[in-house]
C-alpha cells in the first residue's frame, strides 16, 4: 500500500540549480528513507533520518523532517545530469515494511 | 558484495504459463522482500520474509502468485497461470534488522 505523497510528482531544473522535493506522510513513523532509481533499474537508497532527528547531510543532499507535520525534503544542492531519475520517500512504522510514496520525476536540463 | 541477485532479467510468456521468478538476497541479511512496480500502480509490496518465515502476504493475490523461502539464501515468486495485467518490473530486496532496503536490479515480466 502507498501512504506517501511526493510532491512534485515531476519536477525540471537546469543543471546546476537546487532541486526540493516533499514528502508527506499519514501515521506516526521510526524513520523516513529517501531511494533514487535511475530508468529501469532497483531502487538504490540515499540516506536515512529518524524520527528523533530533524536534519541530516550526505553530500549534496540534505533532508530534513518534521514529524509534527508529518514531513520530509530532500534537497539536492548543485544538480548534475546524473541526479536525472525517480526519488521516492519511504516511510518505516515499526513494522519493518516500508510504505512508499509515489515517486517525484527529476529531470535535470544540461 | 554481489548485492541481490535477480533472475531472469527480463522475461516474455504468453498468458496462462507459469513464470518463475528467482532471488538471491545479501548474505546475512534476515528481510527478504518482492515487490511489484507498474506505471499505474508504483511500487506495491507482495510479501516480505523474516528468517524465511512469511510475515505478510496481504498485498499477494493469493489465487495465482506464491512465494516461498526454502533457505535464507534463495526466494521464488511463482505466478500461475500468468494474465497479462501481471507485466510489470518485480524487485526483490533484502535488509538486516530495522535498516535500509537494498534492492535488486529487477525482473522485467511482459505477459502477452
Known amino acids: 500500500s502507498q501512504q506517501g505523497e511526493e510532491d512534485p510528482q515531476a519536477l525540471s531544473i537546469q543543471e546546476g540549480e537546487n532541486a526540493t522535493m516533499n514528502c508527506s506522510y499519514k501515521?506516526?513513523?521510526?524513520?523516513l528513507q529517501w531511494y533514487r532509481q535511475n530508468s529501469g533499474r532497483g531502487l538504490v537508497h540515499l540516506i536515512l533520518?529518524?524520527?528523533n532527528e530533524r536534519e541530516k547531510h550526505s553530500g549534496r543532499l540534505r533532508v530534513t523532517l518534521d514529524t509534527s507535520k508529518k514531513s520530509s525534503s530532500l534537497l539536492i544542492t548543485a544538480s548534475r545530469a546524473a541526479d536525472t531519475a525517480s526519488y521516492f520517500c519511504?516511510?518505516?512504522?515499526?513494522?519493518?515494511?516500508?510504505?512508499w510514496g509515489a515517486g517525484t520525476k527529476l529531470i535535470i536540463k544540461p | 558484495d554481489a548485492g541481490v541477485i535477480q533472475s531472469p532479467r527480463h522475461e516474455v510468456t504468453e498468458m496462462g504459463q507459469e513464470v518463475t521468478l528467482r532471488c538471491k538476497p545479501i548474505?546475512?541479511?534476515?528481510?527478504l522482500f518482492w515487490y511489484r512496480q507498474t506505471m499505474m500502480q508504483g511500487l506495491e509490496l507482495l510479501v516480505y520474509?523474516?528468517?524465511?518465515?512469511?510475515?505478510?502476504d496481504s498485498g499477494m493475490p493469493k489465487d495465482r502468485f506464491s512465494a516461498k523461502m526454502p533457505n535464507a539464501s534463495f526466494s521464488t515468486l511463482k505466478i500461475q497461470p500468468s494474465e497479462p495485467r501481471d507485466s510489470a518490473v518485480y524487485f526483490c530486496?533484502?535488509?538486516?534488522?530495522?535498516?535500509?532496503?537494498?534492492f535488486g536490479p529487477g525482473t522485467r515480466l511482459l505477459v502477452l
Open positions: 519511504a516511510t518505516d512504522a515499526n513494522n519493518y515494511q516500508l510504505i
Open positions: 501515521t506516526s513513523i521510526n524513520n
Open positions: 533520518i529518524r524520527s
Open positions: 548474505s546475512g541479511h534476515d528481510y
Open positions: 520474509f523474516n528468517n524465511k518465515a512469511v510475515m505478510d
Open positions: 530486496a533484502s535488509r538486516i534488522g530495522a535498516e535500509t532496503q537494498y
